[in-house]
C-alpha cells in the first residue's frame, strides 16, 4: 500500500476521532496480491438529520459503507476517477475503531457486501486511532474466509452464536 494511501486514512479516521471514520479503498489486483493505491472517505453523517443520541450516529457511520447513498457516491467517485486515468477498481473498505473494539455485525455485514463471492478480491482495512497515538501504527487487514461467506449465505451465522 502506498505511503500516501496510509497517511489519507490516518488524516481522514483522526479528524473525526471518535466517532467511527468509512471510506472506500481503490486497487487492483497484481500477480495474487491485492494492491491498494486510493482511498476517499465516504460522506460524513450529519448529526442534525440523526438521532441526536451517540450511539445512533456511530451506528450510522459504521454502516456507512453498505448505505445505498453511499454505494451510488462511491460509483460516482469512482467513475470520475477513471475519467482522469487513476486505478479505480473497488478493493474493499476501510474504518476507524478504538482500543481493538471494532468486530460486531456492522464490520461483518460492511466486509459481506464487499466479499459476496469467495474469490473477490476485496479487503477490510482497520485502522486503530486510540493505539497508533500511543506510539505504534495499527493498521490491520482483513477478509471472511469463504466458509464463513457460505455461512452467512445460509444465515447460519448470527452474532449469538
Same mark, same amino acid.
Given at each position: %500500500? ?6 489519507? $486514512? ?10 467511527? #471514520? ?5 486497487? %487492483? ?15 460524513? $453523517?450529519?448529526?442534525? %438529520? ?18 445505498? #447513498?453511499? /454505494? ?18 473497488? #478493493?474493499?473498505?476501510? /474504518? ?6 471494532? $468486530? ?17 478480491? /476485496? ?17 490491520? #487487514? ?15 451465522? /448470527?452474532?449469538? %452464536?
Amino acid at each position: %500500500m502506498e505511503a500516501l494511501v496510509v497517511m489519507k $486514512i490516518i488524516k481522514h479516521c483522526s479528524q473525526t476521532y471518535p466517532t467511527t #471514520a468509512t471510506g472506500s479503498l481503490l486497487g %487492483m489486483e497484481s500477480n495474487g496480491t491485492l494492491e491498494i493505491t486510493n482511498s476517499f472517505p465516504f460522506p460524513t $453523517i450529519d448529526a442534525s %438529520m440523526a438521532d441526536a443520541r451517540e450511539d445512533s450516529i456511530q451506528n450510522l457511520a459504521a454502516a456507512a459503507p453498505r448505505a445505498k #447513498a453511499n /454505494t451510488m457516491y462511491q460509483n460516482e467517485m469512482i467513475r470520475w476517477l477513471r475519467e482522469v486515468n487513476v486505478d479505480a477498481n473497488n #478493493a474493499g473498505w476501510y /474504518t476507524s475503531t478504538s482500543m481493538g473494539n471494532f $468486530i460486531n455485525a456492522n464490520t461483518i455485514e460492511n466486509q459481506f457486501f464487499y466479499q459476496k463471492e469467495p474469490n473477490e478480491k /476485496t479487503v477490510a482495512l482497520v485502522y486503530d486511532v486510540s493505539r497508533s497515538v500511543q506510539g505504534s501504527l495499527s493498521l490491520r #487487514a482483513f477478509r471472511l474466509s469463504p466458509l464463513f461467506i457460505t455461512s452467512f449465505k445460509e444465515n447460519k451465522f /448470527t452474532t449469538d %452464536m
